[in-house]
């Protein structure tokens, strides 16, 4: 896949590693171009033969580059918004989402719209950061996830991380599955976008627990899982 990525930060680095080992093509962009040039370097490095056990095959184009917001997501598959959660909307519209050019794009949202600490929700009730992307890049299919999972655990993630989604659309439920596999974890589909909010929710009390000295494996109970 061809994977554009928006914001050169912790989340951006350690997913777009995580694809790139695993033969997708990256696309970054930021605010300042050379961060975005520092970035794809770094990522090429890691898609490097050998870089992380990988099948030593020397692809024929560089795995990942930096591109502008503007023309990141031109022949792009699915777009990462890795930014901030109150500048998502900004982002989307100076990468051009607002003009309808993101229609049919899946839009993967990991952001935690939460006071840092706290962990309280900051956007009005009943609203999800997921539908405001969605209501900024009209026709994108946006897909809440990979917002519960530190990006510090990406690159040693395996069968006991789950990446819980939620979307309207079925074709951009698979392609970030297929990511969230590609990136060592294990996908699981909550529902619609309309579920976006209570996985923010889930978010800010994870959150809250872990600045809290809480572990929250110990207040969440092992049910077994429920076969329907
Ligand atoms: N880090 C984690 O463990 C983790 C886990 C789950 C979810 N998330 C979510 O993922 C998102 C990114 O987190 P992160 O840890 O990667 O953050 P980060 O390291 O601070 O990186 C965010 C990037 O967004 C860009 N950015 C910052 N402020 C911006 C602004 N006002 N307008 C436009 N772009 C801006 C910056 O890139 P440029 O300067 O190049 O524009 C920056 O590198 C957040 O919404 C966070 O809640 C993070």
């Not at 033969?23 to 490097?48: W, Y």
């Not at 519209?93 to 949202?109: F, K, N």
């Not at 990991?110 to 026709?139: E, F, K, W």
């Not at 530190?150 to 819980?164: L, M």
């Amino acid at each position: 896949m061809r994977i554009a990525i928006l914001g050169t930060g912790h989340l951006a680095e350690a997913l777009g590693a995580c694809w790139v080992r695993a033969g997708h093509r990256v696309t970054v962009a930021g605010r300042v171009p050379e961060r975005a040039e520092a970035l794809a370097a770094r990522l090429n490095r890691a898609a490097l033969p050998g870089a992380r056990g990988d099948s030593g095959a020397v692809a024929a184009e560089p795995a990942a580059r930096a591109a502008t917001p503007r023309d990141v997501v031109r022949g792009a598959d699915a777009v990462l918004l890795a930014v901030p959660w109150d500048a998502a909307a900004e982002v989307v519209e100076a990468a051009g989402g607002a003009d309808g050019s993101w229609a049919g794009l899946p839009v993967i949202d990991p952001t935690n719209p939460v006071g840092h600490g706290v962990g309280v929700v900051l956007n009005p009730p009943g609203v999800s950061n997921a539908q405001r992307i969605a209501d900024a890049a009209p026709g994108s299919h946006v897909v809440k996830g990979f917002h519960l999972v530190p990006s510090t655990q990406w690159g040693s993630a395996g069968a006991e991380t789950t990446v819980v989604l939620c979307g309207d659309d079925p074709a951009a439920l698979e392609t970030t599955s297929t990511l969230v596999r590609d990136a060592g974890a294990v996908p699981a589909v909550l529902g619609p976008l309309a579920r976006a909010r209570q996985l923010e929710e889930a978010a800010g009390l994870l959150i809250a627990l872990a600045f809290a000295g809480v572990d929250a494996r110990t207040v969440v109970p092992a049910l077994p899982p429920v076969q329907v």
